[in-house]
């Protein structure tokens, strides 16, 4: 099959993209907005990027399946929405003409992405002391390695981390080795929430009791739960 046609690559294809921040796709649902607004933003930056900073209602129309009105009436609510605003701007002959602007959601974007990094960063310190707390003494370095071998390699969820420890703790094998147990099943069982994790252990929990003849008393059942009652 060819791929190239009256000297034409397709790489030229790639000549002519659009820049468009991963940030907008991977966190738009989180602030509040549909795939119709999205398709309109896009629009807008693209026209941006082509020179247009104020297409009209029809000329986004012309490129997606609203109508002029529709179009209309979602720029409206994306004004509302503090997603987009009409600035003014000077040229070189000192005139005023108006524009679009998404800096205000790109602001909302990047100030998302902090406050995650903020938080991962945040959880992930928190683990430390937690394992330091439950283990009685400061970690070794061959145990803050083991850590942060979770965390970057295994690319493990802080909170998942903190589940296996409390797991582990409940079942009285402190250890490292039983912890990485715990995480390579889990992932073994594509368990990577620890929702998922508190139906798993119940479900484990359980059969071991029936297996053991109900030998437990539900005080000491009521044990294995603790950490699994918890938000």
């Not at 295994?154 to 250890?175: F, H, T, W, Y």
């Not at 484990?204 to 009521?222: A, I, L, Y």
Request: aromatic share 10%.
């Amino acid at each position: 099959m060819k791929f190239l046609t009256n000297n034409y690559s397709y790489q030229a294809l790639f000549k002519d993209q659009l820049i468009v921040p991963s940030l907008l796709l991977k966190h738009y649902v989180r602030i509040g907005l549909s795939e119709t607004e999205v398709m309109v933003i896009l629009q807008i930056h693209r026209f941006y990027m082509e020179g247009n900073h104020f297409p009209t209602p029809n000329e986004i129309s012309n490129y997606i399946t609203l109508s002029e009105q529709e179009c209309a009436q979602t720029l409206r609510k994306l004004i509302q929405n503090n997603m987009l605003s009409i600035d003014q701007k000077q040229n070189e002959q000192d005139m005023l003409s108006e524009c679009y602007s998404l800096e205000k959601l790109w602001s909302q974007l990047y100030t998302l992405k902090e406050e995650q990094s903020n938080n991962v960063y945040e959880q992930e310190r928190n683990i430390f002391i937690l394992f330091e707390q439950e283990f009685g003494r400061p970690l070794s370095p061959f145990e803050i390695e083991t850590i942060n071998i979770w965390i970057d390699d295994d690319e493990q969820q802080p909170s998942l981390i903190k589940a296996a420890l409390r797991e582990a703790v409940l079942m009285g094998k402190l250890n490292f080795k039983y912890i990485d147990r715990i995480l390579r099943e889990w992932k073994k069982k594509g368990i990577r929430s620890v929702e998922q994790a508190r139906n798993h252990s119940k479900s484990f929990h359980t059969n071991q009791n029936n297996k053991e003849g109900n030998k437990m008393t539900n005080r000491d059942v009521s044990l294995y739960y603790n950490w699994l009652e918890e938000e």
